[in-house]
T-cell receptor, first 115, second 113 residues
Framework: DTGVSQDPRHKITKRGQNVTFRCDPI?????LYWYRQTLGQGPEFLTY????????KSRLLSDRFSAERPKGSFSTLEIQRTEQGDSAMYLC?????????????FGSGTRLTVV | GQNIDQPTEMTATEGAIVQINCTYQ??????LFWYQQHAGEAPTFLSY????GLEEKGRFSSFLSRSKGYSYLLLKELQMKDSASYLC??????????????FGPGTRLSVLP
C-alpha cells in the first residue's frame, strides 16, 4: 500500500460549477476524514466516516458540500455551485480504529482554485 | 472551546537549533502531535507526546507539559530541507473522531544558509 491517494492534485474551476474530489485511503484503515486547509492555516475538520457511515459533519460543511464513502473504501467530496471562498487545499486522511501514536495518515491533497 | 497557538513564522540558520512552541487549551487531552508539511504537500507525522517530558527521535525532539498546556518541537543541526510548516495538533479524547483532533495554525520555518 502506497498511502492515501487523492485525485486530482489540482483543480481550477469557474464560480458556480460543481467539482468532485476522490480519496483512496490506506486499505486497512476503516476511518476516513476530510479536512480543508487555507494558506497559512492548519487543517480544519470537515467530515468523518467510519466504514461507509458518515458519523460527523463540521458546521463548516455547508449544504453545498456532500461526501460519500459508498463501500467503505474510497470517498468522494463534491462541492456544488462553487464560490471563490471554497478555494483551498482539501486534504483526506485515514486511520485505524485503534488508539495509536501516529495520528492520521494524510494524502497530498487536492488544491482547488475557484476563479 | 479549543484553542491552539503557535508562532506564525520563524527563521534560523543551517546547522543551528530551533525551538517551536505550542500552547493549547482544550476540553480534554489525549495526546499532542507534531506534523511537518512542505509547501503543497501532505502533513507528515513527526512526533507524539501523551505524558510529560521529552521524546527524542534523531534530530527532532518534542516536549510536553500537560499542567501548563505547553509543548515544543526542537530541531537540531538544521538542514535546508527542514524549511517547512510545523503543525501542532491535540487530540482531546480517546476516540479518533475528527472534531476531537484539532490543529494549530502552523509555524512556517525558514532555514537560511
Amino acid at each position: 500500500d502506497t498511502g492515501v491517494s487523492q485525485d486530482p492534485r489540482h483543480k481550477i474551476t469557474k464560480r458556480g460549477q460543481n467539482v468532485t474530489f476522490r480519496c483512496d485511503p490506506i486499505s486497512e484503515h476503516n476511518r476516513l476524514y476530510w479536512y480543508r486547509q487555507t494558506l497559512g492555516q492548519g487543517p480544519e475538520f470537515l467530515t468523518y466516516f467510519q466504514n461507509e457511515a458518515q458519523l460527523e459533519k463540521s458546521r463548516l460543511l455547508s449544504d453545498r458540500f456532500s461526501a460519500e464513502r459508498p463501500k467503505g473504501s474510497f470517498s468522494t467530496l463534491e462541492i456544488q455551485r462553487t464560490e471563490q471562498g471554497d478555494s483551498a487545499m482539501y486534504l483526506c486522511a485515514s486511520s485505524t480504529g485503534i488508539l495509536n501514536s501516529n495520528g492520521y495518515t494524510f494524502g497530498s491533497g487536492t488544491r482547488l482554485t475557484v476563479v | 472551546g479549543q484553542n491552539i497557538d503557535q508562532p506564525t513564522e520563524m527563521t534560523a540558520t543551517e546547522g543551528a537549533i530551533v525551538q517551536i512552541n505550542c500552547t493549547y487549551q482544550t476540553s480534554g487531552f489525549n495526546g499532542l502531535f507534531w506534523y511537518q508539511q512542505h509547501a503543497g504537500e501532505a502533513p507528515t507525522f513527526l512526533s507524539y507526546n501523551v505524558l510529560d517530558g521529552l521524546e527524542e527521535k534523531g534530530r527532532f525532539s518534542s516536549f510536553l507539559s500537560r499542567s501548563k498546556g505547553y509543548s515544543y518541537l526542537l530541531l537540531k543541526e538544521l538542514q535546508m530541507k527542514d524549511s517547512a510548516s510545523y503543525l501542532c495538533a491535540v487530540r482531546d479524547s480517546e476516540d479518533n473522531y475528527g472534531q476531537n483532533f484539532v490543529f494549530g495554525p502552523g509555524t512556517r520555518l525558514s532555514v537560511l544558509p
